[in-house]
C-alpha cells in the first residue's frame, strides 16, 4: 500500500467518513495526461458533481468545455463569467439575493485562477490518486470534519482556523479554490448550488485543503485518535448528567 493510499484510508477511518475524500488536480500544460488516461470522461457535469461522483468511488476528468456550470467555469479560469451573473441578476433570479448589487458584490470577490492555467480536472477518490494531489476535498458531517479541523490547528501551532466564503460555489471556490491559492484548510456549510445538484444530505457539509497538508493531518488525527475522539463520541459527561434526572 503506497503512503497516498495508507492516508486516505487513515482519515477515513479515523473520522468516521461515509465517503472517500477526494484528490482534485488541476491539471497544466506541464503535467502529463496520460496519467488520468484511463479515468471517466464525463460530459455535461457540473464541479459539485464530479465530486460526487469522485466520492462515491469513480476517477473522472472533466474538460473545460465540459464543465456546465459557468459560475464554477469562471472560477477555473475556463471561461468569462456571464453578464447575467456578473450583474448579480442571476442571483436574484435563482432567489438566492434580493438586490443585484449583493450578487455582483459576490462575483466581484469570487477568488479565479489565472485565465489557462489549467487544461482540465482530474477528480478521484484520494487512495486512487497517482501522486499528491492539488487539493483534498472532503464532504461529510460536521463532526467528522471537525476533527480534521482540529488536526489542521495542530498543525499550524494552535492558530486559529478561518473560513472564507460567499455561501456560494462551495466546492468549487471554498473548498478548492481557496486552498489551493492560499495554501490552507477553509470550510464551507456549503451552497445552493451544489446541495441542489448533487447528493449532499443536510446533514452534510465540505471542507478543502492542499494535497501536500495530507500527510501532516493524518499524523494529528492519528494523535487524536488515541484519546481525543475516543472520549469525546463516548460522551461521558452528557451520561452522567442524564443520568442525574
Known amino acids: 500500500m503506497s503512503e497516498i493510499q495508507e492516508n486516505a484510508r487513515l482519515l477515513k477511518e479515523i473520522t468516521g467518513l461515509k465517503t472517500e475524500p477526494v484528490g482534485v488536480f488541476l491539471v497544466r500544460a506541464d503535467?502529463?495526461?496520460?496519467?488520468?488516461?484511463?479515468?471517466?470522461?464525463?460530459?455535461?457535469?457540473?464541479?459539485c458533481q464530479a465530486v460526487m461522483r469522485a466520492r462515491r468511488g469513480t476517477a473522472v476528468v472533466l474538460e473545460q468545455n465540459e464543465l456546465a456550470c459557468p459560475a464554477a467555469a469562471a472560477a477555473f479560469g475556463f471561461r468569462p463569467l456571464p453578464e447575467g451573473l456578473a450583474s448579480g441578476k442571476g442571483l436574484v433570479g435563482f432567489g438566492i439575493v434580493e438586490n443585484p448589487e449583493t450578487g455582483k458584490t459576490m462575483f466581484e470577490q469570487m477568488p479565479r485562477l489565472e485565465a489557462g492555467s489549467v487544461k482540465f480536472l482530474a477528480l478521484a477518490p484520494l487512495k486512487m490518486a497517482p501522486f499528491i494531489p492539488d487539493v483534498v476535498v472532503v464532504e461529510g458531517e460536521p463532526e467528522h470534519l471537525m476533527w480534521i479541523l482540529l488536526a489542521g490547528l495542530n498543525s499550524v501551532g494552535g492558530k486559529r482556523i478561518h473560513s472564507d466564503t460567499a455561501i456560494l460555489q462551495a466546492t468549487c471556490v471554498d473548498a478548492t479554490i481557496k486552498p489551493f491559492v492560499e495554501g490552507r484548510i477553509n470550510f464551507s456549510y456549503g451552497c445552493y448550488g451544489c446541495r441542489e445538484a448533487t447528493d449532499m444530505g443536510a446533514e452534510e457539509t465540505v471542507l478543502g485543503f492542499p494535497g501536500f497538508m495530507l500527510a501532516s493531518l493524518v499524523r494529528s488525527l492519528e494523535a487524536l485518535g488515541e484519546k481525543a475522539i475516543q472520549r469525546s463520541r463516548a460522551k461521558m459527561p452528557f451520561k452522567q448528567l442524564s443520568e442525574k434526572k
Open 31 to 47: 503535467t502529463d495526461p496520460q496519467l488520468f488516461a484511463d479515468w471517466e470522461r464525463i460530459k455535461g457535469h457540473r464541479y
